[in-house]
């Protein structure tokens, strides 16, 4: 079985995004470097403690922004937070706006996905063993209201639900794709909300993203395309933004959790224990050890 950290498990988790890779206000800081069996993550992990509360932080493009989003370990990012025993996954996360209402240094905790990516691993299962989640609902309801709340309490401006397009990517859209995107009902447009969605709640964690908007995609007639000088010149007021939100957030928290997402593999998993592999059951222990043991 790999090895885990659950002793002492840290139950909440920070995937920072575009700008945000580092997380101001830590303290009692320490760094851990985990292998996984789907690879290194995409950094070390900072362990710390954010506003009382014990806070995994992860930046998903890596410290410097090295990797695209294509390129982005997902599944090493996921396991080796289970591995530490994150129940809760906060993903921050730069995108496009799709609605005149959105503005740029709006900020919007999404309540599905469009999934538009066609290049990533989107699940830990295979080799023997198939899942099935339930994934109509792709955010965890508790954990976003309580992200949008607390979000609510900064000046910016918080749209609650819409529809999250997650594009491949890295190239920005087509004036035709946005404006499709926007006939679909789309909210804002990212390249990174997927897979990770679909992986955590296959980890069994809730997962919410709070998106903050840096642009107004393609579509937009009175403005220029979108560059990444455009976006850069939002993102330092955003990611400051994203760490106010973030520290009023963590001792909102409760300590148990009334979703439905830490059994997501109850009655997910198709394949009868004595049929999947000895390595494959070793290799996703962590995700499935209380249900096949």
């Known amino acids: 079985m790999t090895t ?4 002492s498990p840290v139950k909440i988790g920070v995937l920072g995004g575009t700008g945000l890779y580092q997380m101001d206000g830590l303290t009692n800081l320490r760094e851990i470097e985990l292998a996984t069996p789907f690879g290194d993550p995409s950094d070390a992990i900072t362990i710390g403690e954010l506003e009382g509360v014990e806070v995994a932080f992860l930046p998903r493009h890596g410290r410097g922004h090295r990797i695209l989003p294509s390129e982005i370990p997902v599944r090493a990012n ?5 591995m530490l025993g994150v129940e809760r996954l906060l993903s921050v996360s730069a995108v496009g ?7 740029p240094l709006d900020m919007v905790v999404p309540d599905q996905i469009i999934d538009r990516t066609r290049l990533r691993p989107s699940t830990f299962f295979g080799d023997g063993l198939v899942a099935h989640v339930a994934y109509g609902d792709p955010f965890c309801p508790e954990l976003s209201d309580l992200l949008a709340t607390a979000a609510d309490d900064t000046e910016a ?3 609650r639900g819409g529809t999250y397009l997650v ?3 890295p190239a920005f859209s087509t004036r035709a794709e946005s404006k499709l995107y926007q006939s679909w009902g789309a909210s804002i447009i990212g390249m990174t909300a997927s897979p990770e969605a679909k992986l955590a709640r296959e980890a069994e964690m809730c997962f ?5 908007a840096t642009d107004y995609d393609a579509w937009h007639e009175s403005h220029a395309d979108v560059t990444v000088e455009m976006v850069l010149a939002t993102l ?14 963590m001792p909102r928290v409760p300590e148990q959790r009334h979703c439905d997402c830490g059994a997501a593999l109850a009655t997910a998993l198709v394949t ?4 999947v592999p000895e390595e494959t059951l070793q290799r996703l222990g962590p995700l499935v050890s209380k249900y096949m043991s």
């Not at 885990?4 to 002793?7: N, V």
């Not at 706006?97 to 503005?103: D, F, G, V």
């Not at 919410?208 to 903050?212: E, R």
Request: charged share 25%; net charge positive.
């Open 78 to 82: 996921i396991y080796a937070l289970k």
């Open 167 to 169: 594009m491949e990517g």
């Open 236 to 249: 330092a007021k955003n990611v400051a933004t994203s760490q106010t939100a973030l520290r009023k957030l």
């Open 208 to 212: 919410a993203v709070l998106a903050t």
């Open 4 to 7: 885990d950290y659950t002793d």
């Open 157 to 159: 401006n918080i749209h």
């Open 272 to 275: 009868a224990k004595e049929l």
């Open 97 to 103: 706006s799709l609605k005149q209402e959105i503005a």
